[in-house]
């Protein structure tokens, strides 16, 4: 079995892909039972859809590969903080664990005094430095 770090790598690679797109660098992976089932990055200027983020995508995509709407007994690693948004999609879905790298203490979920569903366990922090450089690199560019 693998460890957050090597999960959060990969979701720090879907980040790049996202930066490469010119789109906010944030990544994530699902998985289940030590295998990834879904990989993404956000997608809002792409589609043109303000809900496409990676959260979003990861769990449409989980949804499907496992057949049911339900995510229990999978994780998400997610570089970024989840928003209001993703962290309400997260509930419904009942995934298990969440891990994030970096905080957003702006948009964050946790900012706005929110939870995920009740049996979600969540740990932030994980490759904070390398989730919050890339993020930093992004928008010093875009100035």
Same mark, same amino acid.
């Given at each position: 079995m693998?460890?957050?770090? /090597?999960?959060?790598?990969?979701?720090? $690679?879907?980040?790049?892909? +996202? !930066?490469?797109?010119? @789109?906010?660098? #944030?990544?994530?992976?699902?998985?289940?039972? %030590?295998?990834?089932?879904?990989k993404?990055?956000?997608l809002?200027?792409?589609?043109?859809?303000v809900? +496409?983020?990676? @959260?979003? $995508? +990861?769990?449409?995509? =989980?949804?499907?590969?496992?057949?049911? !709407? /339900?995510?229990?007994?999978?994780?998400?690693?997610?570089?970024?903080?989840?928003?209001?948004?993703? =962290?309400?999609a997260?509930?419904?879905?009942?995934?298990?664990?969440? #891990?994030? %790298? =970096?905080?957003?203490?702006s948009?964050?979920?946790?900012?706005f005094?929110?939870s995920?569903?009740?049996?979600?366990t969540? $740990?932030? %922090?994980v490759l904070?430095?390398?989730?919050? @450089?890339?993020?930093?690199?992004?928008?010093?560019?875009?100035?």
């Amino acid at each position: 079995m693998f460890d957050d770090a /090597y999960y959060m790598r990969q979701a720090l $690679q879907e980040a790049q892909k +996202a !930066k490469e797109q010119d @789109e906010v660098p #944030v990544g994530c992976v699902v998985v289940s039972d %030590g295998r990834i089932v879904a990989k993404s990055h956000n997608l809002t200027q792409t589609l043109n859809d303000v809900t +496409a983020h990676a @959260e979003m $995508q +990861a769990i449409t995509a =989980a949804a499907n590969y496992l057949g049911g !709407k /339900y995510l229990r007994n999978c994780t998400m690693y997610i570089t970024l903080e989840p928003c209001t948004m993703c =962290a309400g999609a997260l509930s419904w879905s009942q995934i298990t664990r969440v #891990v994030y %790298g =970096a905080q957003d203490p702006s948009r964050g979920y946790q900012n706005f005094g929110l939870s995920l569903h009740p049996k979600t366990t969540v $740990q932030g %922090g994980v490759l904070q430095e390398e989730c919050s @450089e890339l993020l930093l690199d992004f928008f010093r560019s875009k100035r």
